[in-house]
């Protein structure tokens, strides 16, 4: 009895070494991004952000040097599952970075939620993740998809339109986008006519072009993202419809594609967390960090990557490497105020941004702000218990 438990208090002892090596050595960073596909270019901005601020951090995070094992998630639900699972159980990631569609977020929070992993999200606005599926270790650098849609809803109030058409993907960010949409715009007073929708990722857009000629609504709310977003702003004005009926989106539409979208995104008016002409120190700093890296304007996607990189930074350091902690590890981002280029924020209970969100219009290849269409907007984060 006595010499099992003193070969147990021994490998007890060889363990704890072992335990503690984990957590001085490299730290694993599982990169679930899309590379190919319609958001593919999502996927690419995301992680040059994240690895523009490890290495400004000469390339440690908590004193621990990065390593990346990267997953082509393609933007399919059905994968996703099996591809968190080889990060988690074969790659023994220490943290989750991923992803930008919301229903491969969502297959990754469940898997991060049951197996503890922390995770943190740089796109994806699955309003679940920071909602009902809410957990202390998942957190998000981007946003919910209520937020910029709810911040549009009352620009288009304010805007004097009583009747809308919605058009986007149909899959949960663009039920959700849509969702906040309508909520601010009928508690305005409007009116939301018709959604109309394409399965994700179609871009068959004409008979819904046609469908929306003959709506004749005073205005068309919209979520498109990546190489979608080119395509219907395109087909948008070539369809004549952009001369009559005014085109709003969450900002997704114009982030990234200008260079692609050309003229016929000209004065569009969009929401988001992020605008082009921001003209702080710290966005200067930032756009001109990357450019220099990357021979690339940044765009929302990017700050997201950046900013999740960031989380980790804070969580890490103040938990001196050792990602065991994961109570203080949360303690530590809770408490601090991310200093973002898109303007400082906190991350709220739930741990989604606290944000302000802007108002931008299309002005040649930029996204310029024109005001603050709504402050400090905080997700409602329904379902939630934390
Ligand atoms: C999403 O699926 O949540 C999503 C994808 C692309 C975006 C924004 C949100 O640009």
Redesign the pocket.
């Known amino acids: 009895m006595n010499l099992v438990r003193t070969s147990l208090i021994a490998a007890c002892a060889i363990a704890a070494p072992l335990a503690m090596a984990q957590n001085t050595g490299k730290l694993k960073v599982g990169l679930m991004l899309p590379y190919t596909g319609t958001?593919a270019a999502?996927g690419t901005a995301i992680e040059n952000g994240f690895r523009l601020y490890v290495t400004e951090q000469g390339g440690k995070i908590g004193g621990r040097e990065i390593e990346y094992v990267k997953v082509d998630d393609e933007s399919d639900p059905s994968k996703a599952t099996d591809n968190v699972n080889k990060l988690v159980k074969r790659d023994h990631v220490d943290v989750l970075v991923g992803s930008?569609?919301?229903?491969v977020?969502m297959a990754m929070a469940k898997v991060a939620k049951d197996t503890n992993t922390l995770m943190i999200v740089p796109?994806?606005?699955?309003d679940a993740v920071t909602g009902s599926m809410c957990a202390p270790n998942i957190f998000r650098s981007s946003f919910t998809?209520w937020q910029p849609a709810y911040a549009m809803g009352e620009v288009a109030v304010k805007k004097g339109a009583k009747r809308a058409v919605t058009i986007t993907h149909k899959?949960?960010?663009g039920d959700e986008s849509v969702r906040g949409f309508r909520e601010a715009f009928e508690k305005g007073g409007g009116q939301v006519m018709k959604d109309l929708s394409v399965p994700f990722p179609s871009v068959e857009f004409q008979a819904l072009l046609t469908e929306i000629a003959a709506l004749k609504p005073d205005v068309v709310y919209t979520f498109f993202?990546?190489g979608a977003a080119v395509k219907f702003v395109k087909d948008y004005a070539a369809a004549g419809l952009k001369k009559s009926i005014p085109l709003y989106g969450a900002g997704?539409l114009t982030d990234g594609t200008l260079d692609a979208q050309g003229a016929d995104a000209a004065d569009l008016l969009t929401t988001l967390h992020y605008a082009d002409s921001l003209n702080t120190a710290r966005d200067n700093a930032f756009r001109l960090a990357y450019a220099k890296t990357y021979k690339l304007q940044p765009d929302v996607y990017a700050v997201q990557g950046y900013d999740a990189a960031q989380i980790l930074g804070i969580g890490t350091n103040a938990v001196k490497g050792d990602l065991n902690k994961k109570a203080e590890f949360a303690a530590a981002v809770e408490k601090t105020k991310i200093d973002s280029p898109r303007g400082p924020f906190m991350l709220s209970k739930s741990h989604n941004p606290v944000q302000d969100i802007y108002l931008r219009q299309v002005v040649g290849k930029e996204n310029k702000m024109l005001s603050v269409a709504s402050k400090a907007l905080a997700d409602p984060a329904r379902g939630c218990k934390m």
Request: a neutral charge; proline letters at 0%; aromatic letters at 16%.
């Open positions: 958001y999502l930008v569609h919301s229903g977020a796109n994806a606005g699955a998809n899959y949960a960010a993202a990546g997704f």
